[in-house]
C-alpha cells in the first residue's frame, strides 16, 4: 500500500487563530458559493469551478481511525479550513465529518474539537459533539456578519439562512458548547455600517455567544478579486465604483488601504466594547480543554494583541512570550523524538516547571512570572475585557 501523509500532524505550536494543534478538511471547494471567498484566489490552487468541482476525502475517516488510537498528543482538532466548510451539502450525504465526530468522541485520548461553519447542517450531530464537549471540550464557530437575508441571499447563496446559523448558535450553546462568532468580512458599503454591526451584536448578544471575530473584505488580485466585483455590479451596482477604489493599490494580501481598515476597527471598537463582548476566543474558555502549556502561549498571544490594542508598551511581554515560545517548543520536539515518553509527559514536565521556579527563570520577567505562577498554580482567568486575574469557575 503506498504510504500516506498523516492526517492528524501536530503543528509545532497552537495557532492563535483557531487555538487548533490538529486540522481537519473533509472538502476542497465550497458549494456555499460566498460571493467573497478567499479560497477561489489563485494561491490556494483550488482548480475547476469553486463551487462544483468539490473534492470528497472520503478517506479521512478510516485514516483518522487508523491514526487515533496512537495519538499521543493533546490539542484542539480544528474542522474546516479557508477552502472548504465541512457541513457544506454534500455532507449531508458523504458523512464525513459526522463520522470523524463519532470517532472522535470515542478516541482513546480525548481530544477538544472545534468546527467553524455557515451551515445548520452541523445540528444533525449535535449528541455526537456534545459527548466530545463532555469530555473534552466542544466549540462552534459560526460565520455572520449581519441579520439582512437579502445580503445573505445575493453573497453566500448555498450557505443556512442567518436566522437558522443564529439558532444554531443557541442550540449548542444551551448544550454547554462554547460558541463565537465570526464576524468577517464586513463588506464595505454593504454590512460594515455601525447600525447594521450593533444589531448583529445584538443578536449574538442575546444567543449568549462567548465572542465575535470581528473583521473586513480581503480581496486577492485575481479570480477571487474579479469574482466578488462581479457579484457586487449585479447585487449594489452604485458600490463598484468606491469598492474598486479601497482597493485600487492591489496588494498581493487583498488588504485595501490602510485607512479602510482603520475605518471599521473605529466602527466596531466602541460596540463590542458596549456589549463587552470579547474579541479573541476568551481565556476562561479555552484554559478548560487546551493542556495548561498550550494555554499560556495562546494566552501570551492574545495579551500582546489586547494590550497593543490599548497602547501599552508590550516589549517585555513579547520578550517572555518568545522565550516561553522557543522553550515548549523544545520541550515538545524533545517528546516527540522520544517515543517511549508518557503520553502525558509534556503536562507533567510544564507543571514541575511552574512549581519549581523553571518557568520564572525562563519569562526572564519577574511581572510575567507572578502573573504565570497565578494563572498556572491558582487558576486565575484573564477577563478580555477587564484585562484583570479572575478566580477560575
Ligand atoms: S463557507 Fe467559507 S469556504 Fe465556503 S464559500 Fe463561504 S467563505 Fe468560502
Known amino acids: 500500500m ?14 492563535n487563530f483557531t487555538r487548533a494543534l490538529y486540522k481537519i478538511a473533509p472538502y476542497r471547494g465550497c458549494a456555499h458559493g460566498c460571493r467573497y471567498c478567499d479560497g477561489r484566489a489563485e494561491r490556494y490552487y483550488v482548480e475547476g469551478d469553486y463551487e462544483r468541482d468539490l473534492e470528497i476525502r472520503g478517506d479521512i475517516p478510516e485514516r483518522l481511525a487508523a491514526e487515533l488510537p496512537s495519538l499521543r498528543e493533546r490539542g484542539m ?19 464525513i465529518t459526522g463520522r470523524c465526530a463519532v470517532l472522535l468522541a470515542d478516541s482513546r485520548l480525548a481530544l477538544p474539537v ?52 443564529l439558532e444554531t448558535l443557541r442550540v449548542f450553546k444551551e448544550a ?14 454593504i454590512s460594515d455600517a455601525p447600525d447594521s454591526i450593533r444589531r448583529l451584536y445584538t443578536a449574538c448578544a442575546e444567543a449568549k455567544v462567548d465572542f465575535v471575530m470581528p473583521g473586513g473584505l480581503t480581496l486577492r488580485p485575481g479570480r477571487q478579486k474579479d469574482f466578488y466585483l462581479h457579484a457586487l455590479s449585479e447585487y449594489r451596482p452604485k458600490l463598484l465604483e468606491p469598492t474598486l477604489a479601497l482597493y485600487a493599490e492591489e496588494r498581493p494580501s487583498g488588504m485595501p488601504f490602510a485607512g479602510a481598515g482603520k475605518r471599521l476597527f473605529e466602527s466596531v471598537t466602541p460596540i463590542r466594547r458596549e456589549f463587552r463582548m470579547p474579541y479573541l476566543m476568551p481565556h476562561r474558555a479555552f484554559a478548560r480543554f487546551i493542556p495548561p502549556h498550550d494555554s499560556l502561549r495562546l494566552l501570551f498571544r492574545d495579551m500582546l494583541e489586547l494590550y497593543a490594542e490599548r497602547g501599552v508598551d508590550t516589549a517585555a511581554l513579547h520578550a517572555g512570550a518568545e522565550a516561553y515560545d522557543a522553550w515548549l517548543l523544545g520541550l515538545r520536539r524533545a517528546f516527540r523524538r522520544r517515543r517511549n515518553l508518557p503520553d502525558d509527559w509534556l503536562e507533567e514536565r510544564f507543571a514541575e516547571a511552574a512549581r519549581d521556579g523553571e518557568l520564572d527563570r525562563v519569562l526572564g520577567n519577574e511581572r510575567l512570572a507572578v502573573f504565570a505562577r497565578r494563572v498556572n498554580l491558582e487558576n486565575g482567568r484573564l477577563d478580555y475585557s477587564s484585562l484583570r486575574l479572575e478566580g477560575s469557575v
Open 2 to 15: 503506498p504510504d500516506r501523509a498523516k492526517l492528524l500532524k501536530p503543528a509545532d505550536l497552537p495557532e
Open 77 to 95: 482538532v480544528s474542522f474546516g479550513s479557508g477552502v472548504t466548510d465541512s457541513y457544506q451539502p454534500v455532507e449531508r450525504a458523504n458523512t
Open 114 to 165: 472545534q468546527v467553524m461553519t455557515k451551515s445548520s447542517l452541523v445540528l444533525r450531530d449535535l449528541k455526537t459533539w456534545s459527548r466530545v464537549n463532555d469530555r473534552a471540550g466542544f466549540v462552534l464557530l459560526v460565520s455572520l456578519t449581519s441579520l439582512d437575508e437579502s445580503l445573505r441571499v445575493a453573497m453566500e447563496p448555498g450557505a443556512s439562512s442567518f436566522a437558522e446559523r
Open 176 to 189: 454547554g458548547c462554547v460558541v463565537g462568532v465570526l464576524a468577517m468580512p464586513f463588506l464595505p458599503f
